[in-house]
């Protein structure tokens, strides 16, 4: 499997579309707020998230599935009675691992001052980056057991299921175009890197940037980035990665420009 292609119709295909389709519309929205610096929202949809992925554990346990998603009666003692499932059966991450996980981004969503009034902690970037942390890791834990690959498969499945389009790139008829003309040669190519899921080949990039000199492009875009750490520009395969940076880089900056 390519994690970075794998097409959303199919992920996850082992859980049936009544729950499967509300999850990954779930973990979007989480990280689209997050994106967007909407705290609230973000953690919020945190819960939405518990209760969709213990409805699909509790389904997976029972041997069928609920019609929808379910919000249990009590979110910690319906996630203790899974702790109770058969060893010889189930995973420790199904019994245990992913269960305890629930509880604690639960935990956020109902006492950290986002699921009602009266909590100690107003919504803010710190607890959002928990919840989307914790998301993640949960979304792709699901994706290592239906799917039966490792962790980094699992991680890198779940990177490429985050929308990253923007109205700032356009494509069109499989050509990317920055619709900012202003924007300097860098600020592009870390826009048009980010849009796609995958590494960029560094031919396609110089070509989508509309760049006129490619030896000009490769010193003065591509070098300059990688020295600020923004891309991993491997010289050789002639790819170019975003790196963390480059992505907190295009996210607090360059989807906000107006």
Same mark, same amino acid.
């Given at each position: 499997?390519?994690?970075?292609?794998?097409?959303?119709?199919?992920?996850?295909?082992?859980?049936?579309?009544?729950?499967?389709?509300?999850?990954?519309?779930?973990?979007? /929205?989480? !990280? $689209?707020? =997050?994106?967007?610096?909407?705290? +609230?929202? @973000?953690?919020?949809?945190?819960?939405? %998230?518990?209760?969709?992925?213990?409805?699909?554990?509790?389904?997976?346990?029972?041997?069928?599935?609920?019609?929808?998603?379910?919000?249990?009666?009590?979110?910690?003692?319906?996630?203790?009675?899974?702790?109770?499932?058969?060893?010889?059966?189930?995973?420790?991450?199904?019994?245990?691992?992913?269960?305890?996980?629930?509880?604690?981004?639960?935990?956020?969503?109902?006492?950290?001052?986002?699921?009602?009034?009266?909590?100690?902690?107003?919504?803010?970037?710190?607890?959002?980056?928990?919840?989307?942390?914790?998301?993640?890791?949960?979304?792709? /834990?699901? !994706? $290592?057991? =239906?799917?039966?690959?490792?962790? +980094?498969? @699992?991680?890198?499945?779940?990177?490429? %299921?985050?929308?990253?389009?923007?109205?700032?790139?356009?494509?069109?008829?499989?050509?990317?175009?920055?619709?900012?003309?202003?924007?300097?040669?860098?600020?592009?190519?870390?826009?048009?890197?980010?849009?796609?899921?995958?590494?960029?080949?560094?031919?396609?990039?110089?070509?989508?940037?509309?760049?006129?000199?490619?030896?000009?492009?490769?010193?003065?875009?591509?070098?300059?980035?990688?020295?600020?750490?923004?891309?991993?520009?491997?010289?050789?395969?002639?790819?170019?990665?975003?790196?963390?940076?480059?992505?907190?880089?295009?996210?607090?900056?360059?989807? $906000?420009?107006?």
């Amino acid at each position: 499997m390519n994690p970075a292609s794998a097409e959303v119709g199919g992920l996850l295909a082992g859980i049936p579309d009544s729950l499967r389709i509300p999850l990954l519309n779930a973990y979007r /929205e989480i !990280v $689209r707020n =997050f994106r967007e610096r909407r705290w +609230e929202p @973000a953690e919020l949809n945190g819960g939405k %998230l518990c209760e969709i992925i213990y409805s699909i554990l509790r389904g997976l346990v029972d041997g069928a599935y609920p019609d929808a998603p379910a919000k249990p009666q009590n979110m910690v003692d319906a996630c203790r009675q899974l702790e109770q499932t058969d060893q010889n059966k189930f995973s420790r991450s199904v019994r245990i691992q992913i269960p305890r996980m629930l509880l604690a981004l639960y935990e956020i969503r109902n006492n950290r001052g986002v699921g009602h009034t009266g909590g100690d902690v107003d919504p803010n970037h710190m607890d959002a980056a928990a919840v989307l942390g914790m998301s993640k890791w949960l979304l792709a /834990e699901l !994706v $290592r057991i =239906f799917h039966s690959v490792d962790t +980094e498969t @699992a991680r890198a499945t779940v990177d490429a %299921l985050v929308d990253r389009t923007n109205p700032v790139v356009w494509d069109v008829a499989g050509v990317k175009r920055v619709l900012r003309p202003d924007l300097s040669f860098k600020d592009k190519a870390l826009l048009l890197v980010y849009s796609h899921v995958e590494a960029v080949a560094e031919a396609e990039l110089f070509r989508w940037s509309e760049h006129s000199n490619a030896a000009v492009f490769r010193r003065d875009v591509l070098t300059r980035a990688h020295k600020e750490k923004l891309i991993e520009y491997d010289r050789m395969a002639r790819r170019i990665h975003l790196s963390p940076l480059g992505i907190t880089y295009v996210e607090s900056l360059l989807l $906000r420009v107006k």
